[in-house]
């Protein structure tokens, strides 16, 4: 009913930038939040940021300073601008969001999860 399309990984060089795209489509009636979260290889899944439908962001400690989460909720969109890359932010990136659908006129909250995207940051 809903997919999370992510773009914009790829490969960059320490102290490079990304920025990431997630766009949700399908039987939406409202999202809530949208996040990224990261998993390394060897890793437990971590989130790296999140942003509210009024605009409120919350990141991990790790980011803060680097990354800017930002969403257009118009397009359903939510974007992270990746600044000063680190090889330790090399991961598979997922999108999130916690959004209501609706079908037949029937609203149900529901969390969605991404495919991932790889960011690789190395020289």
């Known amino acids: 009913q809903v997919q999370l399309v992510e773009s914009g990984g790829g490969l960059v060089q320490p102290g490079g930038s990304l920025r990431l795209s997630c766009a949700a489509s399908?039987?939406?009636?409202?999202?809530?939040?949208m996040g990224w979260y990261r998993q390394a290889p060897g890793k437990e899944r971590e989130l790296v940021a999140t942003?509210?439908?009024?605009?409120?962001?919350n990141y991990a400690n790790s980011v803060k300073g680097r990354f800017t989460i930002s969403r257009d909720n118009a397009k359903n969109t939510v974007y992270l601008q990746m600044n000063s890359l680190k090889p330790e932010d090399t991961a598979v990136y997922f999108c999130?969001?916690?959004?209501?659908?609706?079908?037949?006129?029937?609203?149900?909250?529901?969390?969605?999860w991404g495919q991932g995207i790889q960011v690789t940051v190395s020289s």
């Open positions: 999130n969001a916690d959004l209501y659908t609706i079908v037949r006129l029937t609203t149900s909250y529901e969390i969605y």
């Open positions: 399908g039987s939406i009636f409202s999202i809530h939040t």
């Open positions: 942003i509210t439908s009024g605009g409120s962001t």
